[in-house]
Nanobody
């Protein structure tokens, strides 16, 4: 069992930055692949970024490539998402997710545990 709690969301102007954190409970955090997803009002949840258990492998959605950076600190049981050059279309609730047997990284169905989400709002 993994319990995930996101933090770091807020209101920021276009071009600004935010850093999201996802604190995980349990001693097996380092065994899980982790991902960030987001859901805007009226839209389906979409993949943002993912990272393998060791932190070496990362994947990004095309829409955030070169602007967002996913990282993890296994010693602190924490996942991060550094978001730079934010745009109004990045406005959404951001969720972190953990999966033990993630293969394709981009599919929400591969993740077993989800946080409650944190709101990110980018004003124009």
């Amino acid at each position: 069992q993994v319990h995930l709690v996101e933090s770091g969301g807020g209101l920021v102007q276009t071009g600004g930055s935010l850093r999201l954190s996802c604190a995980a409970s349990g001693r097996t955090f380092s065994s899980y692949s982790m991902g960030w997803f987001r859901q805007a009002p009226g839209k389906e949840r979409e993949f943002v970024a993912a990272i393998g258990w060791s932190g070496v492998t990362t994947h990004y959605a095309d829409s955030v490539e070169a602007r967002f950076t996913i990282s993890r600190d296994n010693a602190k049981n924490t996942l991060y998402l550094q978001m730079n050059s934010l745009k109004p279309e990045d406005t959404a609730v951001y969720y972190c997710a953990a999966g033990l047997t993630v293969v394709k990284y981009r599919g929400a169905e591969e993740y077993d545990y989800w946080g409650q989400g944190t709101q990110v709002t980018v004003s124009s």
